[in-house]
DNA sequence: CGAATGATACCCT
DNA sequence: GGGTATCATTCGG
């Protein structure tokens, strides 16, 4: 048994259904903060509340690959809303994201930082840094990738079925409030899209939970 | 410490 | 062929 401190109410187990991620997508890149990310493989069970997201839109907007249409790589972004979309940056790292929607077109949510909840000495072996921090561990898009052990091979993979890779927690919407405040949540410019400019690059798409640790640019 | 620099592969003008 | 939703390391102050 393994333990889970403070998660066992909002149902580690228990995965978010469809509708949760039916909402705009700037709405559903804040509605997922709090959230838990949760993998389960051979290796174990790893778990941690999502701390920052920043959301990328359909086609117009400049700075989502859905900029590029539907391709073999941005297949996922236009497909069922509640599913991952993985890729690779810079020829090395991954990053993980929820697909959405904006305006019935594609859409995604990038998981920025964690916070560790649960397996975190496999994050840690995972990550190959026994000297890194537990807030550390999943504090960056590609590092949260790495420490939930998430590459390619869950590209497109449905995160309602609670197998392999799911998020949990309650939803904000049936419980008004919980589990953060909207005074918590702090918004700016989404990072590393200057290319995108002007309106698109200034738009305060990115969200995180005020002064947490986890976050990776403070 | 902060800034600069590679590493590296995929995607698409 | 050029650019990229990053990170770890190396350097200089």
Same mark, same amino acid.
């Given at each position: 048994?393994?333990?889970?401190?403070?998660?066992?109410?909002?149902?580690? #187990?228990?995965?978010?259904?469809?509708?949760?991620?039916?909402?705009?997508?700037?709405?559903?890149?804040?509605?997922?903060?709090?959230?838990?990310?949760?993998?389960?493989?051979?290796?174990?069970?790893?778990?941690?509340?999502?701390?920052?997201?920043?959301?990328?839109?359909?086609? =117009?907007?400049?700075?989502?690959?859905?900029?590029?249409?539907?391709?073999?790589?941005?297949?996922?972004?236009?497909?069922?809303?509640? #599913?991952?979309?993985?890729?690779?940056?810079?020829?090395? #790292?991954?990053?993980?994201?929820?697909?959405?929607?904006? =305006?019935?077109?594609?859409?995604?949510?990038?998981?920025?930082?964690?916070?560790?909840?649960?397996?975190?000495?496999?994050?840690?072996?995972?990550?190959?840094?026994?000297?890194?921090?537990? *807030?550390?561990?999943?504090?960056?898009?590609?590092?949260?990738?790495?420490?939930?052990? +998430?590459?390619?091979?869950?590209?497109? #993979?449905?995160?309602?079925?609670?197998?392999?890779?799911?998020?949990?927690?309650?939803?904000?919407?049936?419980?008004?409030?919980?589990?953060?405040?909207?005074?918590?949540?702090?918004?700016?410019?989404?990072?590393?899209?200057?290319?995108?400019?002007?309106?698109?690059?200034?738009?305060?798409?990115?969200? *995180?939970?005020?002064?947490?640790?986890? +976050?990776?640019?403070?």
């Amino acid at each position: 048994m393994t333990t889970l401190a403070g998660t066992a109410a909002t149902g580690l #187990h228990r995965p978010l259904g469809r509708a949760f991620y039916a909402r705009p997508i700037d709405a559903l890149a804040r509605a997922l903060l709090g959230r838990l990310v949760v993998t389960d493989s051979a290796d174990g069970l790893a778990a941690g509340r999502i701390v920052e997201t920043e959301a990328y839109g359909g086609p =117009d907007d400049r700075a989502s690959h859905a900029r590029a249409g539907l391709t073999a790589r941005t297949r996922p972004m236009f497909g069922p809303v509640g #599913h991952a979309y993985v890729y690779l940056v810079y020829g090395l #790292h991954e990053c993980l994201n929820v697909v959405g929607e904006q =305006d019935g077109q594609g859409g995604a949510v990038l998981l920025r930082a964690l916070e560790p909840v649960t397996g975190i000495e496999l994050m840690r072996r995972r990550r190959s840094r026994p000297h890194d921090p537990d *807030w550390r561990l999943a504090a960056g898009p590609a590092r949260l990738a790495q420490a939930l052990g +998430v590459d390619r091979r869950l590209d497109g #993979h449905d995160l309602t079925l609670g197998e392999d890779l799911w998020l949990a927690g309650d939803d904000v919407l049936a419980r008004p409030g919980e589990p953060e405040a909207p005074s918590d949540i702090a918004s700016g410019p989404r990072v590393g899209v200057a290319y995108a400019g002007g309106e698109w690059a200034a738009r305060p798409w990115r969200f *995180w939970l005020a002064g947490h640790r986890s +976050v990776s640019r403070p």
